[in-house]
């Protein structure tokens, strides 16, 4: 479906607020500048950036890019034949190839990390946000395979899975504070996951693969 006038125009306006603030938050620090600030820059009420943006720190983790469910939903939307581990590794490279803004590897992002990194409440919603995709995904690999309420196997698959998004992350967030290219970074990171899936194991990588549907009639 076209995208509508009225669609387009909130879209735009959101992404203006949005860029504005990260410029914002880059050159002076998050704790530096107010939401006030950042709507008389973007032309904007402050009203208008509450709407969009209920909580500051969405303006730099935006919830569709920052979901709690990121891990959980790659899962629910593998394809039939593929393992819970195998969709989100298939992801990550996906996203590592493509220099995608998601993991950190759009131009520019090695600022947005300084600043992140300086500012306490970004950090924690970072911390508590992947403890919330553990947790979904765990959930989601207990309703898939059936697992009862004691068994542990489903959060300790979903805790590995995490283990590994978050080593992915934090190697793109590493390299990137040392200065290195995007195109760099993403080499050794794809190095990185073909090492971390050669030591999972096969319990790891081959639960919850999806079957086909069962046809009726």
């Not at 709507?39 to 969009?52: D, G, K, L």
């Not at 890019?65 to 195998?86: K, N, Y």
């Not at 059936?146 to 992915?168: F, K, Y």
């Amino acid at each position: 479906m076209a995208e509508g006038l009225r669609e387009r125009k909130k879209r735009l306006t959101r992404q203006r607020i949005s860029e504005t603030a990260v410029r914002l938050f880059v050159e002076r620090g998050f704790d530096n500048v107010t939401i006030a600030e950042v709507a008389a820059v973007a032309e904007v009420s402050v009203n208008t950036v509450y709407n969009y943006f209920p909580a500051k720190e969405d303006l730099v983790l935006p919830p569709e890019e920052a979901s709690p469910r990121r891990l959980a939903d790659i899962v629910r939307e593998r394809p039939t034949g593929q393992s819970a581990a195998g969709a989100v590794l298939a992801r990550l490279r996906e996203e590592v190839r493509e220099r995608e803004r998601r993991v950190g590897l759009s131009a520019g992002f090695g600022r947005v990390l300084e600043m992140m990194r300086a500012a306490p409440t970004l950090t924690a919603r970072l911390e508590e946000l992947g403890h919330q995709m553990t947790e979904a995904l765990g959930a989601v690999l207990a309703q898939e395979t059936g697992a009862g309420a004691d068994d542990p196997l489903p959060r300790v698959v979903a805790w590995h899975i995490g283990c590994l998004h978050a080593l992915a992350l934090s190697e793109i967030a590493r390299r990137t504070a040392a200065g290195q290219r995007p195109e760099e970074i993403a080499g050794a990171v794809l190095e990185l996951l073909d090492a971390a899936e050669s030591v999972l194991g096969e319990r790891v990588l081959t639960y919850a693969v999806r079957e086909e549907p069962v046809c009726s009639g």
